[in-house]
């Protein structure tokens, strides 16, 4: 398994750890000291574990949860200190409420777990319900809940809190199917690894994650057995990449084309492909940003990351399917040569551009890279990921990724996707009145078609680069980075896209 991306020294030489919970699984069984994290529904009844285990202190829950006003209501928590006539330093009791609990439900039951476990150096979970066992697919989900809300990224701070622990927690779930939970873990665990590559990458300052630094990141991926190329500045002007090359050529940093394979499925299969935009900094180019917040723009590569974070999710639980992940990494900055408004370049595909906005740079990064994608590898589709508009924003704020197809039933499937894992999409449309904005007198077409419909215009563009290949854009501008915290999402990057994409190959795509 990969280590955390990150892991090792950072650029002021100090090694970074990371306190990623220690998770195991074991029979249920009544805890008899530390700190012990039990369940109760809406009328603060438990399962037979923990009734045993508060039977050693008669009317205590009922006491404390009414002088707390707890009542048990999902995902709320009652935290007893030294709890009388019991032998634990602490009993966390959660609410699973009233309604049947769904795998996401289970997985956020985890981040408030991992929550009030706090700066615990160690805990058991009694992991079950009353009148049920928990099913091992849901312990696994409660694993990745726990894991995901003990993520943090404060690998940079010289000065840590006194408090703050030194040693991931040790935590051991008991539950009714230990053996299933572990078999369950094993490939749950491997998502969640790339989860947690996306969110470094996406968190990683500009100055760190170059676009040597991300292709080095990915190229660590053969560890898993992924096959990666990487192609260079060369490489790629002999292919006639310019709509990406133009982007670059304002920056000390060169551009890189990753190229990732885990060939799980039979050998002849046809593949599935995803493409990310891996702008590492945007100031906006020549059309150069406002200041304000123009910080956030060393995550405008949330859309590489995920495909990378994919990759390793899929290798890592040894997924039967044959993928490529495609990953077109540059930094847009305004120097001498950097591209100018008004200026045409000749696209991989042979289409020209006129760049009418710098700044609408990400669309030419993923021009080229769809198009190599759809021509080398002749995917049965392909699902390019980008921080592409603010316009999706306005649309859709951070609760929705905007999703764009030339096809019903893959968009369909990855709605379902999302519905699964929470990730959740919502589909815009394409149109040929939509697509006569981009067009130009002066080339085959722009790089933007104004502030109206911005989103739509924007995969418009890409749609001119996909050929007849079933193709989905997802606009991840509100959900990648600064999107609202959850039960599992603490800091600035969520990882978002891997678990949802992980679920629709797992759910559709394997042999």
Not at 34 to 55: C, E, I, P, R, Y
Not at 139 to 147: E, L, V
Not at 434 to 443: E, F, V
Not at 458 to 467: D, E, G, K, P, S
Request: glycine residues 12%; contains cysteine; hydrophobic residues 45%.
């Amino acid at each position: 398994m990969v280590p955390a991306a990150g892991c090792g020294l950072s650029p002021f030489n100090r090694e970074v750890i990371v306190l990623l919970p220690k998770l195991s699984f074991s029979k249920l069984s009544v805890p008899g000291k530390g700190v012990a994290v039990v369940f109760v529904n809406d009328k603060l009844s438990a399962g037979a574990v923990t009734s045993d285990l508060l039977g050693g202190a008669e009317g205590l829950l009922a006491r404390a949860a009414e002088t707390a006003g707890f009542s048990g209501k999902a995902r709320t928590t009652l935290d007893l200190i030294a709890p009388a006539g019991l032998g634990l330093d602490r009993l966390i009791v959660i609410g699973l409420g009233a309604e049947e609990l769904s795998e996401t439900d289970w997985m956020a039951l985890g981040g408030v777990a991992m929550g009030a476990i706090g700066s615990a150096k160690a805990a058991t979970v009694c992991l079950e319900a009353p009148g049920g066992d928990i099913a091992a697919e849901m312990a696994a989900a409660f694993a990745m809940g726990m894991k995901l809300r003990g993520y943090s990224f404060d690998r940079y701070k010289s000065r840590k809190d006194e408090d703050a622990p030194t040693e991931p927690a040790r935590v051991e779930i008991g539950t009714s199917d230990a053996k299933g939970a572990k078999k369950a873990w094993a490939e749950a665990d491997g998502v969640s690894d790339g989860v947690v590559l996306a969110r470094d990458l996406v968190n990683e300052p500009a100055n760190v994650l170059t676009t040597l630094e991300f292709a080095k990141r990915a190229q660590a991926l053969a560890d898993l057995g992924v096959e990666v190329e990487v192609l260079d500045e060369k490489a790629m002007k002999k292919l006639k990449m310019n709509a990406l090359l133009g982007v670059a050529q304002g920056s000390e940093t060169p551009p890189r084309l990753v190229v990732m394979r885990w060939n799980g499925g039979k050998k002849d299969a046809q593949p599935v492909a995803f493409v990310g935009k891996g702008v590492v900094f945007d100031t906006g180019g020549i059309s150069i940003k406002p200041a304000a917040s123009m910080e956030d723009m060393k995550g405008d590569m949330g859309g590489a990351a995920a495909v990378t974070g994919l990759m390793h999710a899929l290798a890592a639980r040894k997924a039967k399917v044959n993928v490529v992940g495609v990953i077109g990494l540059v930094e847009n900055m305004p120097d001498g040569k950097a591209q100018r408004p008004g200026d045409i370049v000749t696209a991989m595909s042979g289409a020209t551009i006129e760049v009418i906005n710098t700044d609408a740079e990400g669309r030419l990064v993923l021009a080229d890279a769809l198009w190599y994608t759809q021509d080398r590898f002749k995917p049965a589709f392909m699902i390019n990921l980008a921080t592409l508009t603010g316009a999706v924003l306005v649309a859709l704020g951070s609760q929705h990724a905007g999703v764009f197809s030339n096809d019903d039933a893959l968009v369909g499937r990855l709605a379902e996707a999302g519905a699964a894992t929470d990730e959740k999409v919502w589909r815009l449309p394409l149109s040929k009145e939509y697509d006569k904005l981009i067009d130009t007198p002066n080339a085959d077409m722009k790089n933007t078609g104004g502030r109206m419909a911005g989103s739509i215009t924007a995969a418009q563009f890409l749609q001119r680069f996909v050929n007849d290949v079933p193709w989905v854009h997802i606009d991840v501008a509100g959900t990648a980075m600064a999107s609202p915290k959850t039960e599992t999402s603490k800091g600035w990057a969520s990882g978002y896209g891997v678990r949802l994409l992980d679920r629709l190959v797992r759910e559709h795509y394997e042999g």
